[in-house]
């Protein structure tokens, strides 16, 4: 099981910007495949972007493309969503995931097994 660690979570006006971080222990190398989730109010977990252990392919929610954009960084063991533009339909608490089954169904929550507890983003009008 891999160790998740969200960051980076607050407040903050329509259309401003936000940095996400997750703290992992996938080491360097590593197949497995990394995502954000996030759980509006009311709601269920809603799939928001992934990126592969190896090719570095990414993919993201129609939502959000063009907005937000995932990386990784291998060598501090961490992975970020950049968001930018932000909207209120936007807020949520938005969730790290892990997955070594490979990038397949990278958007299908059951299929990740290890979760962060979440951090709240929040965006005002």
């Known amino acids: 099981q891999v160790q998740l660690a969200e960051s980076g979570g607050g407040l903050v006006q329509a259309g401003g910007s936000l940095t996400l971080a997750c703290a992992t222990s996938v080491r360097t190398g590593s197949g497995y495949t990394m995502a954000w989730f996030r759980q509006a109010p009311g709601k269920g977990r809603e799939f928001v972007a992934a990126i592969s252990g190896s090719t570095l392919t990414t993919s993201y929610v129609d939502s959000v493309k063009g907005r937000f954009t995932i990386s990784r960084d291998n060598a501090k063991n961490t992975v970020y969503l950049q968001m930018n533009g932000l909207k209120p339909e936007d807020t949520g608490i938005y969730y790290c995931?892990?997955?070594?089954?490979?990038?397949?169904?990278?958007?299908?929550?059951?299929?990740?097994?290890?979760w962060g507890q979440g951090t709240q983003v929040t965006v005002s009008s």
């Open positions: 995931a892990a997955k070594a089954t490979g990038y397949s169904d990278y958007d299908r929550r059951e299929l990740y097994g290890s």
